[in-house]
């Protein structure tokens, strides 16, 4: 079947804009990841989901960054007031489960003006 | 919490062999893992130790010592193809995957 899919492939905002980002895991997998990679560096894990819920949102950089999931599929990662420092590309994974290998979506290229 | 170590940068010629060592520090382990990512490219699933030992997918085979907390990824026969960035990564207690920072691999002619 089709892979993970994310949407936009790129997005360019102005500095306190509200911007959303939307992943598309494989179907039938119960876990979801996202994470940040700004240029040159690795990757920094944001949030994952086990179904609709998500344990641990330690991750998240700040309170302006949420992230939800429904229906056991969709997800979206919200950056509300965005900052220039958070231009960077954000990468979606899903895995059957928690510890099965994870299969990363292309990912989505922001850049905060 | 968690951390790990790899080399920025190797550079090896074709047909010639690369070790990228990766070290780790870990409060919950459940096994080390292997992501391959070309430039502008996503990452993807290249090998995952969960026990001591070596495991070879072809060309590639990756190594876990528990113990040392230590592991490696090898490549052999050296491809231009393989270019790319690699990252070893840390399962811990639970679904969380924690990367290092990766190794830039340039394969010249």
């Known amino acids: 079947g089709a892979g993970v899919s994310q949407s936009p492939s790129n997005k360019v905002t102005e500095k306190g804009k509200d911007v959303e980002l939307r992943c598309d895991p494989i179907?039938?997998?119960?876990?979801l990841y996202w994470y940040r990679q700004s240029l040159g560096q690795g990757l920094e894990f944001l949030i994952y989901?086990?179904?609709?819920?998500?344990?641990?949102k330690s991750g998240l950089p700040s309170d302006r960054f949420s992230a939800e999931r429904t229906g056991g599929s969709v997800s979206t990662l919200t950056i509300q007031r965005t900052q220039q420092e958070d231009s960077a590309v954000y990468l979606c994974a899903s895995s059957e489960g928690l510890v099965e290998t994870q299969y990363f979506g292309p990912g989505t290229r922001l850049l905060v003006l | 919490g968690q951390s790990l170590e790899q080399p920025s940068e190797v550079t090896a010629v074709e047909g010639a062999i690369v070790q990228i060592n990766c070290t780790y520090q870990t409060s919950g382990f459940y096994g080390l893992s292997w992501y391959q990512q070309h430039d502008g490219g996503a990452p993807t699933f290249l090998s995952y130790?969960?026990?001591?030992g070596l495991e070879e997918t072809g060309r590639f085979s990756s190594f876990l010592s528990r113990s040392d907390s230590y592991g490696y990824l090898l490549l052999q026969e050296l491809q231009m193809k393989d270019s790319a960035s690699y990252f070893c990564?840390?399962?811990?207690?639970?679904?969380?995957?924690?990367f290092g920072a990766g190794t830039q691999v340039v394969v010249t002619p």
């Open positions: 989901f086990q179904g609709n819920s998500a344990p641990d």
């Open positions: 130790n969960a026990l001591d």
């Open positions: 990564a840390v399962r811990g207690s639970w679904g969380k995957l924690q």
């Open positions: 179907s039938g997998h119960t876990a």
